[in-house]
């Protein structure tokens, strides 16, 4: 559904994202993860288009994208939400949903139910006329997600969506992604850095350090990778006797 070949980013001198490539299969959940100042955000930039790449290739469903503005790769499925809350904060819940469905007139909207199932399933129903500012963090996160449901996506892409939410919030967020792909089927790309989270979440991970491709493959195999392993947790062992190796199965 998604293929990213041999994609680079620079910023002046800088190389943000240094040739990678990997590909997210349809109705697939697929981490994208990596310590801080990996590349993972500026990735997604560059696939949503919000950053123009400066080399390589990104195909949705076999058509080239990585030519075109925004508003259009949005238009033809790709969908995401942001690190960092983007809500219309002077808009009710309501309208910031609206906003994502105008963009889609002239399209061919399927499933008009979709937004109303999800709007019970992400618990907006009672916050509708309130404005985003007035809901808990949790609340606002979810938002994000059903707003980027309104485009119907064939790729959904979370940046950090369990950020800032407690336990039982993320365990209602795994439960909510099931439901979403099961209820909408589309490939989702997910940031995270709950490794618990998203090694149960995902049937593949891509791993990225210093802009770089590091490994792709099952969960099983990022967390016996050593590179892996290296780049998350140095290389030692812990002053409770147990190797870094085992602290990131364990953990994850």
């Known amino acids: 559904m998604l293929e990213v070949r041999n994609v680079s980013k620079n910023f002046g001198g800088v190389q ?9 299969g349809d109705n697939e959940i697929h981490g994208l993860i ?20 400066s080399g390589g290739e990104i195909e949705l469903d076999g058509t080239p994208v990585h030519g075109l503005p925004a508003e259009q ?13 983007r809500l219309f904060r ?4 309501r309208r910031n949903i609206e906003v994502a469905e105008i963009r889609m007139r002239g399209s061919k909207v399927a499933d008009p139910a979709l937004l109303s199932d999800a709007i019970d399933r992400f618990g907006l129903r009672g916050v ?9 963090y949790g609340q606002m996160r979810r938002l994000e997600i059903v ?57 593949k991970l891509t791993v990225m350090n210093m802009g770089r491709l590091l490994a792709t493959g099952e969960p099983a195999e990022i967390s016996s990778n050593e590179e892996v392993i290296k780049a998350y947790l140095g290389q030692g062992t812990h002053s409770n006797g147990r190797t870094k190796n085992e602290k990131l199965e364990t953990d994850a």
């Open 90 to 93: 002077n808009l009710s819940v």
């Open 147 to 203: 707003r980027a449901l309104a485009l119907r996506p064939k790729v959904l892409m979370l940046d950090e969506p369990a950020a800032g939410m407690n336990h039982a919030e993320t365990d209602q967020l795994f439960e909510n992604l099931t439901w979403l792909r099961a209820r909408h089927p589309c490939s989702i790309v997910l940031i995270e850095h709950d490794l618990k989270f998203i090694m149960s979440a995902c049937e």
């Open 16 to 24: 943000a994202v240094q040739s990678v490539s990997f590909t997210v």
């Open 128 to 136: 509708m006329e309130h404005t985003p500012d007035s809901l808990p």
């Open 34 to 53: 990596g310590p801080n100042g990996a590349g993972k955000t500026t990735m997604l930039n560059l696939i949503s288009g919000l950053l123009s790449i």
């Open 73 to 85: 790769r949005a238009r033809m499925g790709i969908a995401r939400t942001f690190q960092n809350l």
